[in-house]
């Protein structure tokens, strides 16, 4: 064990290192690595910003605008830094929870096992995501509320931080829709262990608050058919009992949140049912009350269908809480110095492993991930060249396409078509975005997403108008499947070939596709068709 002199200004001194040396880390990290599919995909939010969007509330696009000065600063770096401020922040919080919720030792152990987190450092702190946002209103909200239960609060004060807790909790769900659960346990810990709460006419107030934030996300929907909350349903449906994606989500739950977390949490879920964690009842209850709920509930839907294990990591981020006491239980302060456990000290250690071994990887592929050979499945195994290679690509379609030009084969407001929201986004951002042309998106809804309305705003179709198509040996598409009879010819044109340390590791495959004959439907065509 590392031992450290027990008294706040120690304590602060290391938060504060800590605090710095994430944000920098991850500032590196954010300017080292190209955009993955999700995060490209969320510039689309902040360059057509509406009240909320197909997939998620607008969260994400507006503090993309607020941090890059609204795309004047388009960048990785900038149009990420929302992310590295806000996972920065969110760590105080933790440590202001756990020196809440205990003692400044607790807060600090929290803080340290906050940042261990691999989702909480790198999908928060490094990627532009909707859990950037609301895993910092989430952790508000939970201050907050444990705020509101001291037993004898401030003159005055309770009001005001149930208020805030309903601010709070409201913008975690303008950022995703999962901030609802914030309301769930507060709801069910009130229920199960504090019912006279329920008279309290702030109560209704603050869940009033969260209701107005809410507002854009209804009104959105009204005008769309509610087809984001139809959409989501969808998702989380499903009748047949399926072991293999229940065992998937498992394993993603292990390694997003670090299998030393993970681990942890277990046994501090355990030492609180046993009542071996030394904190006070109500915290407890409430960090329970909001965690289990989240983690059970998509765990149940993964019994029957694919799910994603970032959807209830933000219930182990506040079992961080509960760990913390639980290890400071353990490791009581002795001869005024107090130690920080090697379990911690290990989960850290998982993490810059991670983060380091993630971006070498990302830019040299040291390891081989794909052994494939044939050009039309060169990289089809290796996950990490979705972060690699859009910017490498830009600069050779530009030559093609200039030579193409001159021969009048193409003419240089020929934009780009896709059927599916990515790769269409990356190429709108690495590709079109430099070049000065449009990407258009020919398809499905359930598949073009935020892009049938993006086609709205772009001033929608002409018949008899060309496009490039784009597609690489990862998500191989033939346009001439995707549109038979869509245009009046297909053709292929070139194959442009990724390198990584002077090896090729992915081909894109060019197309043109002359003579536009079928119609996308506008957004209200589309929505009319699916009532």
């Known amino acids: ?35 993955g599919n999700d995060e490209v995909y969320y510039w689309t939010y902040a360059l057509y910003p509406d009240w909320s969007h197909f997939d998620h ?43 809440e919720i205990k003692n400044a030792q607790t807060g600090l152990y929290a803080a340290l096992l906050y940042t261990a987190s691999i989702y909480a450092f790198v999908i928060t702190g490094v990627f532009i995501m909707p859990d950037s946002p609301l895993m910092l209103f989430m952790l508000l909200a939970v201050w907050m509320a444990i705020r509101s239960l001291r037993p004898e609060p401030p003159e005055g004060s309770k009001g005001r931080y149930l208020l805030l807790l309903g601010l709070f909790a409201g913008l975690a769900m303008l ?15 009130l229920l199960i262990f504090n019912r006279k709460q329920l008279k309290n006419p702030y109560l209704y107030l603050s869940l009033l608050i969260s209701a107005l934030c809410c507002l854009p996300i209804l009104y959105w929907n009204l005008q769309n058919d509610f087809i984001s909350f139809r959409f989501h349903g969808d998702r989380v ?12 989500e498992l394993a993603g739950e292990l390694f ?85 456990p090697k379990s911690i000290v290990a989960a850290l250690g998982v993490v810059v492993f991670t983060v ?14 794909d052994r494939h050979t044939e050009p039309e499945m060169l990289g089809r195994n290796d996950f990490t060249l979705d972060m690699y290679g859009w910017e490498q690509l830009e600069t050779k379609f530009a030559t093609l396409r200039e030579q193409k030009i001159a021969e009048g084969m193409m003419k240089a407001e020929d934009g780009i078509v896709g059927d599916e929201w990515f790769p269409l986004a990356n190429l709108d951002y690495y590709v079109a975005r430099p070049l000065g042309i449009k990407v258009m998106g020919v398809g499905y809804l359930e598949k073009l997403h935020k892009y049938l309305w993006i086609n709205d705003e772009r001033g929608g179709f ?14 191989l598409k033939n346009p001439n499947g995707l549109y038979p009879g869509g245009f009046e010819s297909i053709e292929p044109i070139d194959t442009i070939t990724i390198e990584r ?29 699916k009532k």
């Open 237 to 248: 449906g499903g009748h047949v009992l399926n072991p293999a994606t229940f065992g998937t």
């Open 256 to 340: 997003y949140n670090n299998p030393v977390n993970f681990v942890l949490a277990i046994m501090a879920i355990v030492a609180a049912f046993k009542g071996r964690i030394s904190m006070d009842k109500g915290p407890l209850r409430l960090v329970l009350c909001i965690t289990l709920p989240l983690i059970f509930v998509f765990l149940f839907f993964s019994l029957t269908r694919p799910t994603l294990p970032h959807w209830n990591a933000p219930a182990y981020c506040l079992l961080c809480l509960l760990t913390a006491c639980m290890l400071s239980t353990k490791h009581e302060p002795s001869e005024g110095r107090f130690a920080i």
């Open 1 to 35: 064990m590392m031992l450290v002199e027990n008294n706040d200004k120690k304590i602060n001194r290391i938060l504060f290192w800590l605090l710095a040396i994430s944000a920098v880390v991850r500032g590196i990290a954010a300017a080292s690595i190209e955009f």
């Open 501 to 529: 340390c002077g090896r090729p590791t992915k081909n894109f495959f060019v197309y043109t596709c002359k003579g536009l004959v079928y119609m996308q439907p506008s957004v209200q065509e589309t929505l009319a068709k």
């Open 462 to 475: 002409t018949k008899g108008e060309d496009f490039w198509f784009i597609t690489d040996s990862r998500y």
């Open 175 to 189: 950022s995703k829709y999962s901030g609802a659960f914030l309301w769930v346990g507060m709801l069910l810990y």
């Open 356 to 369: 380091v071994f993630g971006v070498i990887e990302i830019n040299t592929g040291f390891i081989p991930l």
């Open 57 to 99: 509330p607008a969260m994400v696009g507006w503090v993309i605008q607020l941090f890059s000065l609204n795309l004047l600063l388009d960048s990785e770096f900038f149009i990420r830094l929302a992310s590295i401020v806000f996972m920065t922040a969110s760590t105080y919080v933790v440590f202001r929870l756990g020196k």
